[in-house]
């Protein structure tokens, strides 16, 4: 029979809802497993029965309302100051502390949070030409998508290659009288620890200059892991100085992907996050947010979650974590030629390898290989190479057959000997710059690796080794052009 329905996104006929929903389960199963804990990134699950289909129900109530207008869905703005009531809550503002006035937004997710705060504290100095940021180096890359999306000058500070965390100094010296907004990270993606932030936020409040706590990632564990006994460093509203602090939901509050909040101490603070115009025959428009139709979809299933998990649920799903966290790193302590990069304070596990012949792309390839699923940070800055494990409750039934599985990836790792590219590419590698590269050079390279267009090698050693040998900007354009075939249309 022939198939007019054919493969691609507009058949020429439509095809009967079953059908869609098998074809697109069909596709799915080629994905990361997003449940059962043996995914390390990307995914956030607490592994709770029920909690899917409930935010999909609410998701779905809500997925064709529009946040552009909150006068005309009051649903979504209930649901969205309510969520931004419970993140200044949990972070040291709200009635009764000492932030009383935090008010926020509901953003898409970390990186939109971070871009509005940078863009909140441009738009509060207009006398400025050339406003600037201070961010450590620790900090995640979306402020550096901000200061290029915002043409705010970034000024990079430095980390110690043994606390991973920088030098206060360092931060108090990078700020000039153009600096807008400084960062600290609580904690850092990639390592998982904590800045000095109630030292950071006083060289900032002291050079009269905003302060930022990037709570992305942990603003919703780390006064859980507090309340339960760990001694998690004041880096909230209680800390004098913090003017905002993002912390997203669709990572630790275990929201579907698509929600962040971005709180400010006050009102006065936000002010300049807000965009108006009135100056055409439209409606008149105002947006607190990047995005000016969005649907209510996110809001009502993060909503959903944080009632229907509660604090009792937070707290319960930390304690499983902090745990999950503790085995984890055993097991990586428990391998000859893996060390921790930093003790765990948060719910990151990052280990490296001092052992030449154990190189730890291999080992990231042997683990995928065995179904667990970890994510590689190539040497930066004096840093070396580093696995990166996001440790979610989930995992913690897991835990015990990491450790076998790791020591089994490692021998094999080690059995298969470091990456070896030929000695002309490695040179090249380093010695190439962006504009050099030309499309014949890069069609070359792609496939030699292994990257076709429309798919990414089984084994990623050798691109990552690869990546690793160029400098800085050769390896943005190499990804840029990496990624740049895959994504091609399908006809
Ligand atoms: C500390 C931190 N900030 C910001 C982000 C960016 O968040 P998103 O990927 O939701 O844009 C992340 C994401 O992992 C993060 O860990």
Same mark, same amino acid.
């Given at each position: 029979?022939? !198939?007019?329905?054919?493969?691609?996104?507009?058949?020429?006929?439509?095809?009967?809802?079953? %059908?869609?929903?098998?074809?697109?389960?069909?596709?799915?199963?080629?994905? %990361?497993?997003?449940?059962?804990?043996?995914?390390?990134? #990307?995914?956030?699950?607490?592994?709770?029965?029920?909690?899917?289909?409930?935010?999909?129900?609410?998701?779905?109530?809500?997925?064709?309302?529009?946040?552009?207008?909150?006068?005309? =869905? /009051?649903?979504?703005?209930?649901?969205?100051?309510?969520?931004?009531?419970?993140?200044?809550?949990?972070?040291?503002?709200?009635?009764?502390?000492?932030?009383?006035?935090?008010?926020?937004?509901?953003?898409?997710?970390?990186?939109?949070?971070?871009?509005?705060?940078? +863009?909140?504290?441009?738009?509060?100095?207009? !006398?400025?030409?050339?406003?600037?940021?201070?961010?450590?180096?620790?900090?995640?890359?979306? =402020?550096? +998508?901000?200061?290029?999306?915002?043409?705010?000058?970034?000024?990079?500070?430095?980390?110690?290659?043994?606390?991973? %965390?920088?030098?206060?100094?360092?931060?108090?010296?990078?700020?000039?009288?153009? @600096?807008?907004?400084?960062?600290?990270?609580?904690?850092? #993606?990639?390592?998982?620890?904590?800045?000095?932030?109630? *030292?950071?936020?006083?060289?900032?409040?002291?050079?009269?200059?905003?302060?930022?706590?990037?709570?992305?990632?942990?603003?919703? @564990?780390?006064?859980?892991?507090?309340?339960?006994?760990?001694?998690?460093?004041?880096?909230?509203?209680?800390?004098?100085?913090?003017?905002?602090?993002?912390?997203?939901?669709?990572? #630790?509050?275990?929201?579907? +992907?698509?929600?962040?909040?971005?709180?400010?101490?006050?009102?006065?603070?936000?002010?300049?996050?807000?965009?108006?115009?009135?100056?055409?025959?439209?409606?008149?428009?105002?947006?607190?947010?990047?995005?000016?139709?969005?649907?209510?979809?996110?809001?009502?299933?993060?909503?959903?979650?944080?009632?229907?998990?509660?604090?009792?649920?937070?707290? %319960?799903?930390?304690?499983?974590?902090?745990?999950?966290?503790?085995?984890?790193?055993?097991?990586?302590?428990?391998?000859?030629?893996?060390? $921790?990069?930093?003790?765990?304070?948060? @719910?990151?596990?990052?280990?490296?390898?001092?052992?030449?012949?154990?190189?730890?792309?291999?080992?990231?390839?042997?683990?995928?290989?065995?179904?667990?699923?970890?994510?590689?940070?190539?040497? #930066?800055?004096?840093?070396?190479?580093?696995?990166?494990? @996001?440790?979610?409750?989930?995992?913690?039934?897991?835990?015990?057959?990491?450790?076998?599985?790791?020591?089994?990836?490692?021998?094999?790792?080690?059995?298969?000997?470091?990456?070896?590219?030929?000695? *002309?590419?490695?040179? $090249?590698?380093?010695?190439?710059? /962006? *504009?050099?590269?030309?499309?014949?050079?890069?069609?070359?390279?792609?496939?030699?690796?292994?990257?076709?267009?429309?798919?990414?090698?089984?084994?990623?050693?050798?691109?990552?080794?690869?990546?690793?040998?160029?400098?800085?900007?050769?390896?943005?354009?190499?990804?840029?052009?990496?990624?740049?075939?895959?994504?091609?249309?399908?006809?």
């Amino acid at each position: 029979m022939t !198939d007019t329905a054919g493969t691609g996104a507009l058949p020429v006929e439509g095809v009967p809802a079953a %059908r869609v929903l098998d074809e697109i389960r069909g596709l799915r199963a080629a994905d %990361r497993p997003t449940h059962g804990g043996r995914l390390f990134a #990307y995914v956030y699950d607490p592994g709770v029965a029920g909690l899917d289909e409930l935010a999909q129900a609410a998701h779905a109530e809500s997925a064709h309302v529009n946040g552009l207008d909150p006068t005309a =869905f /009051p649903s979504l703005l209930a649901m969205e100051n309510a969520l931004v009531g419970a993140a200044a809550r949990l972070l040291g503002g709200g009635p009764g502390t000492s932030a009383p006035d935090v008010v926020g937004s509901v953003t898409s997710g970390g990186t939109e949070s971070l871009i509005l705060a940078v +863009k909140a504290a441009r738009d509060a100095r207009p !006398d400025l030409t050339e406003p600037r940021i201070v961010v450590p180096v620790s900090g995640h890359a979306a =402020f550096a +998508k901000a200061a290029h999306y915002l043409r705010v000058a970034l000024d990079p500070v430095p980390v110690d290659p043994v606390t991973l %965390r920088p030098a206060v100094a360092d931060v108090a010296a990078a700020i000039r009288p153009e @600096t807008v907004l400084v960062v600290a990270s609580a904690p850092s #993606y990639a390592h998982g620890v904590v800045d000095p932030v109630a *030292e950071i936020a006083a060289v900032a409040a002291a050079a009269g200059v905003r302060c930022h706590v990037d709570a992305c990632f942990g603003g919703w @564990t780390l006064p859980w892991l507090r309340r339960l006994g760990a001694p998690v460093p004041p880096f909230d509203f209680a800390v004098p100085g913090v003017t905002s602090i993002s912390v997203d939901l669709h990572k #630790y509050a275990y929201a579907p +992907k698509g929600v962040s909040v971005l709180l400010h101490r006050d009102a006065g603070l936000r002010a300049p996050q807000f965009f108006a115009y009135a100056d055409w025959p439209g409606y008149t428009m105002v947006n607190p947010v990047i995005a000016s139709t969005r649907s209510g979809g996110p809001i009502a299933a993060a909503y959903a979650t944080l009632r229907h998990l509660g604090e009792d649920g937070y707290l %319960r799903l930390a304690a499983v974590t902090r745990d999950a966290v503790a085995g984890l790193a055993d097991a990586v302590r428990a391998v000859d030629g893996l060390r $921790l990069l930093a003790e765990p304070e948060s @719910t990151v596990v990052c280990f490296t390898a001092d052992d030449p012949e154990l190189d730890l792309f291999v080992l990231v390839d042997e683990l995928t290989a065995r179904g667990w699923h970890t994510q590689p940070q190539l040497a #930066y800055a004096g840093l070396p190479a580093s696995v990166h494990l @996001t440790v979610t409750a989930a995992v913690a039934p897991r835990v015990a057959e990491f450790g076998p599985a790791l020591a089994e990836a490692a021998a094999a790792a080690r059995a298969a000997g470091p990456v070896v590219l030929p000695p *002309e590419l490695l040179a $090249l590698a380093g010695s190439l710059t /962006p *504009e050099a590269l030309t499309p014949d050079l890069i069609a070359g390279l792609a496939a030699g690796l292994g990257l076709g267009a429309g798919a990414a090698p089984d084994r990623m050693a050798a691109v990552n080794t690869l990546l690793q040998a160029a400098p800085v900007r050769l390896r943005e354009r190499l990804l840029v052009e990496f990624v740049g075939l895959l994504q091609r249309p399908t006809w």
